[in-house]
Nanobody, 124 residues
Framework: VQLQASGGGLVQAGGSLRLSCAASGVTFDDYVIGWFRQAPGKEREGVSCIRGRDGSTYYADSVKGRFTISSDNAKNTVYLQMNSLKPEDTADYYC??????????????????WGQGTQVTVSS
């Protein structure tokens, strides 16, 4: 299983970025694909996830209304559209795949495979 995250960068507050997570070796219907982030000195936190089987989603309270997760199952790719970015969104963003159906929360232990991080920096 491989997960390739991309799309990070430097953006001003209020701007937008779209992250992509290209997955190989997983059948989307059997997995939840999630985005986590980790800022320096902070714990990794779940941002959003999507259940491949039916498209159910979860968003952390801090990103609700600003971020949108979607998937293109034909391309085995999950996207995270991030709008109205704030400096506190600055972090390394990781995509992960979990052989689970849980989307009511994002517990790190549920995720079996991790991609490399992509850095998002939001300037004020």
């Amino acid at each position: 299983v491989q997960l390739q995250a991309s799309g990070g960068g430097l953006v001003q507050a209020g701007g937008s970025l779209r992250l992509s997570c290209a997955a190989s070796g997983v059948t989307f219907d059997d997995y939840v694909i999630g985005w986590f982030r980790q800022a320096p000195g902070k714990e990794r936190e779940g941002v959003s996830c999507i259940r491949g089987r039916d498209g159910s989603t979860y968003y952390a309270d801090s990103v609700k209304g600003r971020f949108t997760i979607s998937s293109d199952n034909a391309k085995n790719t999950v996207y995270l559209q991030m709008n109205s970015l704030k400096p506190e969104d600055t972090a390394d963003y990781y995509c992960a795949a979990g052989h689970t159906h849980v989307v009511v929360a994002m517990w790190v232990d549920l995720y079996d495979y991790w991609g490399q991080g992509t850095q998002v920096t939001v300037s004020s």
